[in-house]
């Protein structure tokens, strides 16, 4: 995909037409882009561009959320693909958005991609408690799980969930953290396990993570 391709994905997460969207990925598709280059190269790209405007002031929160909307239905279309021929279940996945933190689409395409590689996912969705943590981790008894964070404020309530985590449980599950604000020196700062640099990095991270129990 080229410059050019990029405007294409820009104009279409800013149209207030969903359906511009919708054929745009349709007919990258139909001319066999792969599905992760959709994501990467169109998608991803297009919404980085969304966040550079918005950082800048040359647009406004509703413009940014019909971006997040758009771009939810671009991933909804090539998410058959991308969970194509994986249904192995190699444990079980706990994610959730922080409190405070409504951001959710990273944390979307953690859960998709972690499903597509064979766990089974537990989503707790976004602003989410630590004691929802707690007891989804007392109910469910996960392999692993996973905190997604977007803003430098709530990225510290990652530390604190953590925390909370190991004092709760004598024997944790593995926890790693991810998120744009997040970096691998902070993740270690706060004493998670591994940080998830995008979706396919937190795949390869859990899969290393249970399969030799190396930290990230
Ligand atoms: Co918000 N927002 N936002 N926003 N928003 C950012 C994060 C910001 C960087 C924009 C900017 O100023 N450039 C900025 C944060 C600044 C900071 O903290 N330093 C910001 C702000 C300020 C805000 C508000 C405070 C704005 C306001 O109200 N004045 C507000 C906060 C609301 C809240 O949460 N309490 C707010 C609101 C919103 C919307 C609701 C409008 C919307 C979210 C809609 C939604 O999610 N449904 C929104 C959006 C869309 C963005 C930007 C533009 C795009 C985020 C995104 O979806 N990116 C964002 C700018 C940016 O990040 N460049 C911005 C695409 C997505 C695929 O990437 O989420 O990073 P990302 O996920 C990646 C990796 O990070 C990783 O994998 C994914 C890729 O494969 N990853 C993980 C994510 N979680 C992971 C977990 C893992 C592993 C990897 O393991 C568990």
Redo the contacts with the bound molecule.
């Keep these: 995909m080229n410059q050019e391709s990029i405007r294409y994905f820009y104009e279409a997460l800013r149209d207030t037409d969903l359906s511009v969207v919708k054929s745009l990925v349709k007919r990258c598709i139909d001319e066999q882009v792969h599905p992760i280059d959709i994501l990467h190269k169109g998608l ?1 790209r297009a ?2 561009i ?3 405007e ?2 800048a002031g040359q647009i406004w ?1 509703p413009e ?2 019909l ?2 909307r758009n ?2 239905a671009g991933i909804d279309l090539i998410r058959p693909q991308l969970l194509k021929d994986k249904v192995r279940s190699k444990g079980k996945f706990i ?1 959730g ?1 922080v409190k ?8 979307n ?2 859960s998709m ?1 972690m499903t597509g590689a064979g766990y089974q996912v537990i989503d707790l969705g ?2 989410v408690p630590r004691e929802s943590f707690i007891q989804a981790i007392t109910d469910e008894k996960p392999d692993l799980v ?9 990225m510290l309530e990652m530390k604190d969930v953590i925390q909370y985590i190991r004092q709760t449980f004598s024997t944790p599950p593995k926890i ?7 970096t691998q020196s902070f993740a270690r700062e706060i004493g998670a396990d591994g ?8 795949v390869e991270l859990s899969n290393r993570l249970l399969l030799r129990g190396e930290n990230g």
């Design positions: 991803i919404m980085e969304i966040g550079q918005f950082k929160v940014v959320l971006a997040a771009m939810h994610i958005t405070g933190d409504i951001h959710d689409i990273g944390k395409l953690v991609m976004i602003d996973g905190l997604s964070a977007l803003l430098t404020t709530t790693i953290v991810g998120g744009a604000p997040v940080y998830g640099e995008d979706a396919t990095t937190a």
